[in-house]
Nanobody, 124 residues
């Protein structure tokens, strides 16, 4: 089992920054790829970013490339999402997820464990 707890969300003005954290516990976190997803009201959950276990491979949705950075510290069992240049359209609940197969994928169905989410609100 893997337990995931997100933190770092909040209210920020457009152009501002936030850093989300996802703390993982459970022995099966070892080797897992991690992803960040988001869901805005009335919309489907969408992929944001993913990273493999060593942190060497990352993937991003096009709309966040150059603004968001996913990283991880395996010694702390924590994954981060640094979000810069935030836009109102980034407003959503952000979820982290673990894929124990270790492949960083954009497909939510491939992930085995999910956190409860943290709200990010960007005002214009």
């Amino acid at each position: 089992q893997v337990q995931l707890v997100e933190s770092g969300g909040g209210l920020v003005q457009a152009g501002g920054s936030l850093r989300l954290s996802c703390a993982a516990s459970g022995r099966t976190f070892s080797g897992a790829a991690m992803g960040w997803f988001r869901q805005a009201p009335g919309k489907d959950r969408e992929f944001v970013a993913a990273i493999d276990w060593p942190g060497a491979i990352t993937h991003y949705r096009d709309s966040v490339k150059g603004r968001f950075t996913i990283s991880r510290d395996n010694t702390k069992n924590t994954v981060y999402l640094q979000m810069n240049g935030l836009k109102p359209e980034d407003t959503a609940v952000y979820y982290c997820a673990a894929d124990i197969s270790s492949s960083p994928t954009s497909r939510p169905g491939e992930y085995d464990y999910w956190g409860q989410g943290t709200q990010v609100t960007v005002s214009s």
